[in-house]
C-alpha cells in the first residue's frame, strides 16, 4: 500500500540543484500520485523563475520545453549518488514521465528505479522528455518506461502489458 499519495500535483518527485552541492543516499519509497501536471520525476537542475526575466535558464527555464528557445541547463559540481526510487505510480499523468538531467563533469551515479510504473498517461507519450549525464542508472522489476539513458534489468519486457490498474 501507498505511503505517499499525491493528487494533481505540479511536478511529482522533485530533486534538483540551483548550484553545486551533494545529495546522496535518498529513498523515495511506496508513493502514489495521480493527474501530475508536468513530470512525474524530475532529478535535474531547479526549473524555476527567479528573476523579471520569466523564462530567463538560472538553471532551467521554467518556460521548457513548453517555450521555442527556453534552455534547460544541467549544473557544474552538482553531484547525485546513491538515489532509489521503489514503488512508485504515476497514474494518468498529463506530461511526460520525468526528466533526468545530470552534468556530464559530475554525472549522476547509482541512481535506481525499481518498480517505478506510469499507467493510463493522458498523453500519447509516457516516456521520459530527457535523460543525460548518467553515469550509472538502473531500472529493475516492473519499471515502464525505462528512462533511456538508464540499463534495463527489468522483467518486463515487450512492450506495454495490460497496465490499467493502481498498486
Known amino acids: 500500500l501507498p505511503l505517499c499519495s499525491m493528487k494533481r500535483t505540479y511536478m511529482g ?16 519509497e511506496n508513493i502514489v500520485m495521480e493527474g501530475v501536471q508536468r513530470y512525474g520525476v524530475w532529478i ?4 524555476q523563475s527567479d528573476s523579471k526575466e520569466i523564462c530567463a535558464a538560472r538553471p532551467c527555464s521554467i518556460c521548457w520545453p513548453l517555450l521555442p528557445g527556453a534552455n534547460c541547463y544541467s549544473v557544474a559540481d552538482a553531484t547525485f549518488r546513491n ?37 493510463k498517461p493522458k498523453m500519447w ?3 521520459y522528455l530527457r535523460c543525460k549525464g548518467v553515469e550509472s542508472g538502473v531500472a529493475t522489476g516492473n519499471t515502464y518506461p525505462v528512462p533511456y ?19
Open 149 to 167: 539513458c538508464f540499463k534495463d534489468l527489468t522483467t518486463r519486457k515487450g512492450g506495454v502489458a495490460a497496465l490499467t490498474s493502481i498498486h
Open 83 to 119: 538515489v532509489m526510487l521503489r514503488n512508485i505510480t504515476i497514474a494518468s499523468p498529463f506530461g511526460y514521465a520525468g526528466v533526468i538531467l545530470g552534468n556530464g563533469g559530475s554525472p549522476m551515479k547509482n541512481i535506481t528505479f525499481e518498480d517505478v510504473l506510469v499507467i
Open 44 to 47: 535535474g537542475p531547479a526549473q
Open 13 to 28: 518527485i522533485y530533486m534538483k540543484f540551483r548550484g553545486p552541492g551533494l545529495i546522496e543516499d535518498v529513498l523515495y
Open 125 to 127: 507519450n509516457r516516456d
